[in-house]
């Protein structure tokens, strides 16, 4: 063929992390038939989805069984229903946020990947390290992006600098995959300074409902940030949805650039090229945010916790230096003296037959680093803390 | 702010077809609040899914209630049970297509629209009248668009012409709104074409399962189409998805532009910016294509066609030129002398309370016409059809 492609995508990386890490778990198995390995890199939830969700989903099902009660397209931007559960989820943080700003997808990498149809050419500002979807999707359509290095020494927090200059600013708090998140005072920070700059702020927050501290779960609790922020928040990881696939976005209606309006423009893009969310998982979505829904999902997350409180203690006591694990679900630890990211993956799999994810697989700044998932079952945690005594 | 947006936004029609047709019938009602008004516009299902689709439904939801069989991410192309299911369907139409070749999303419209972040900047070939996504996904990423009109004198089926040059012609068979079906012979004229020239065909055949007569329900049931032509399908209108949401594309791997094979650009497009569908929704759509699953679809689609089978005689009867109802759930009908689209739909929902949608909503030849839509219930079309006779 003759078309123009674009070329953009000979910038991107071959190897997405997670399939190297694939690779390399392929090669060690097929090595040792034997060894059992450990997915400590795993960032999937493992947990069963709780009854209230599941009997709503099939009670849904029954309901597109019958003429009367069957559901065609569902409206671009999602149900009512589901609009309002999120909207009074919003008021326990003292957050208002109205049903027309709040549109509902299939999934924040979604919504991020795709918010970049709005956008002409900017400089995105991204944090290194970082979820790689951030950079991949505007490496996609050609923005130019600086990384703000989140580093021992700012608490793995970065902040505005003089010479940041106006532009799309991502923050992901709790992050993923340092779990260090942002205070009130540091977003507080933020926001004033994109108020300065004309700049844009998307916040990933879909790991807000780790958040044990006294710590924004919105970047609307900051006052001044319906001018200047985008938030994209999922079900993923709050209610265990990644395989049922439900998430939101909300673009304030005080949005504005010049003439612009970006809410009616993503309105315009969700309506033109997203046809809305499974009446089904809608469904599952509002009872997730009932009040059973919540304590079956918080069950969840307690436990997911109680196996990264494990950790960081054991880590702790061998005197390795880590970050997380108290309002996200991940470690951030430093790899030992004269280790590499991906030396000391190696050196794990080879020598305790347990997987992590090497840092530098999200960033230049993740080199030297590893970040450990608390996903996964309590006995594996217990059998991977045992097998990391023997070696660390 | 000050960030650059997407100017292209700017160049969109605000009032998208279906929203303006809602603000008219919203006003009549208000005008009439006694009125019945039956609903001949519709481009949704309106019979509920089959009993096996439902069930498997739900056993996919009991499947996510417990620890053992939970799934979280699905893969971000699909699972194989799916894509296995897909290809099978296939070999029905003597095409074979590798599951390495199918992309699973939440539905054809997704698809089309997200296709355009693999091509730069070339020239695309829209047929009018046209579903409106082709022209407004194009229209954001800035594409130079022709359009290739589809009239009476050519059967509402464009074909190749000697100043068509390099570029993405976007065909779709059965058409929707026309209802007009491209023949083996012309969409072998069509592949040559596209072959001679280095263009890439997008293929629409979402309505695919309407055909009766024997027309292609695949452009790959022609010679050198995996080389030249990317297929996108639904079972939205095949299964009755829309509130389900699942659609699948075929990227062929032998699709190359220089160096770049589209087949490989769109895997990393949709591993980064989509996570997969939901799992219980790809069981449902796995078992729409069993042998249980297929009677019952096609038992919703035989009334559909019934219900168009109908409206066509009514029509031939009265001497009202049509085009459609056969291989498309659609019917294609000239304006009465004199009548603009709108007019005349204006005209029939004031006096008999039937809505149609205006040809014009679909292009510039669309002027004069307007569609008829046969998803609606026999009765609905009983009555609609008296309504129409003591008027035409």
Redesign the interface.
């Known amino acids: 063929?003759?078309?123009?492609?674009?070329?953009n995508?000979?910038k991107?990386d071959n190897n997405?992390l997670f399939c190297e890490i694939s690779r390399r778990v392929k090669a060690c198995k097929e090595k040792k038939p034997e060894a059992k390995i450990i997915n400590l890199g795993i960032g999937?939830?493992?947990?069963?989805?709780g009854?209230s969700v599941?009997e709503t989903?099939?009670k849904a099902?029954?309901e597109?069984?019958?003429?009367d009660t069957?559901?065609?397209?569902?409206p671009d931007t999602g149900y009512d229903f589901l609009k309002n559960a999120i909207s009074n989820y919003y008021k326990k943080y003292g957050v208002s946020v109205d049903k027309e700003e709040i549109f509902i997808s299939?999934?924040a990498?979604?919504d991020?990947?795709?918010l970049t149809?709005?956008?002409?050419?900017?400089t995105v500002y991204i944090t290194d390290p970082v979820y790689?979807?951030y950079l991949?999707?505007n490496i996609?359509s050609s923005c130019k992006a600086v990384f703000m290095r989140a580093t021992e020494e700012n608490g793995f927090l970065p902040m505005p600098r003089a010479e940041y200059k106006?532009?799309?600013y991502y923050l992901c708090s709790p992050n993923n995959p340092t779990g260090a998140v942002y205070s009130r005072e540091k977003l507080d920070t933020w926001v004033k300074f994109a108020l300065e700059?004309?700049?844009?702020i998307i916040f990933d927050a879909a790991y807000e409902a780790f958040i044990k501290g006294d710590y924004p779960h919105s970047v609307y609790e900051i006052k001044g940030a319906k001018?200047?922020a985008i938030e994209v928040c999922s079900f993923s990881k709050t209610a265990?949805f990644?395989?049922?696939?439900c998430g939101y976005t909300v673009v304030p209606e005080k949005?504005?650039?010049?003439?612009?309006s970006?809410n009616k423009?993503w309105r315009?893009?969700q309506?033109?090229?997203?046809?809305?969310?499974?009446?089904?998982?809608q469904r599952g979505a509002e009872s997730a945010y009932s009040d059973e829904g919540v304590a079956e999902w918080r069950k969840n997350i307690d436990c997911y916790m109680k196996n990264a409180t494990r950790m960081a203690e054991f880590l702790k006591k061998r005197g390795i230096e880590y970050t997380g694990a108290y309002n996200a679900p991940y470690l951030w630890v430093k790899c030992p003296e004269g280790y590499g990211s991906w030396e000391f993956f190696d050196y794990l799999l080879e020598n305790c037959h347990v997987t992590v994810t090497p840092g530098a697989g999200f960033g230049k700044c993740g080199e030297g680093y590893f970040r450990i998932s608390s996903f996964c079952s309590p006995a594996d945690m217990s059998e991977a803390i045992k097998r990391l005594g023997t070696l660390l």
Chains 1, 2 share one sequence.
């Open positions: 063929m003759r078309i123009n492609v674009n070329e995508f000979h991107l997405y999937d939830v493992t947990l069963p989805l009854r599941i989903m099939k099902c029954d597109q069984s019958k003429k069957f559901r065609g397209y569902s299939d999934g990498k979604s991020i990947g795709n149809d709005l956008f002409g050419d900017n790689p979807v991949d999707s996609m106006t532009g799309i700059t004309g700049s844009l001018e200047c265990g990644t395989g049922i696939r949005l504005n650039c010049e003439s612009y970006l423009m315009r893009r309506s033109t090229k997203f046809n809305g969310v499974s009446y089904i998982t």
